[in-house]
């Protein structure tokens, strides 16, 4: 099974910029969606963004669109996760996960599928 390895975080001020990565471990994320995913303390898991298995169609919730953008690079077998503007509230485990997204269908959502890594901690200082 696909085991995901994210890196990239830090502490930042609030406004910076920081860009996330991650890696398989164990297999490869070749033909599969990718998401990100992030909890912050006491709170659920939330979806961030999502990219396709191809990369020509992306998601991002809607109160990130403009701050977050997802990208990949199957040469690499990597997703990227570019965060801008970055404000206090973004603070949180960041995590990548295969997805299941029914990328065609207007509405559809995407939904974790894969094994959860170690994330990687995003913490923004105002």
């Known amino acids: 099974q696909v085991q995901p390895v994210e890196s990239g975080g830090g502490l930042v001020q609030a406004g910076d910029s920081l860009g996330l990565s991650c890696v398989p471990s164990?297999?490869?994320?070749?033909?599969?969606?990718l998401g990100w995913f992030r909890q912050a303390p006491g709170k659920e898991r939330d979806l961030v963004a999502a990219v396709n298995w191809s990369g020509s169609r992306t998601y991002v919730v809607d109160s990130l669109k403009g701050r977050f953008s997802i990208s990949r690079d199957d040469a690499k077998d990597t997703v990227f996760l570019k965060m801008s503007n970055l404000k206090p509230e973004d603070t949180a485990v960041y995590y990548c996960?295969?997805?299941?997204?029914?990328?065609?269908?207007?509405?559809?959502?995407?939904?974790?599928?894969?094994?959860w890594g170690q994330g990687t901690q995003v913490t923004v200082s105002s």
């Open positions: 996960t295969i997805v299941r997204w029914y990328s065609n269908l207007m509405g559809s959502v995407p939904t974790s599928l894969g094994s």
């Open positions: 164990g297999g490869t994320f070749s033909g599969h969606a």
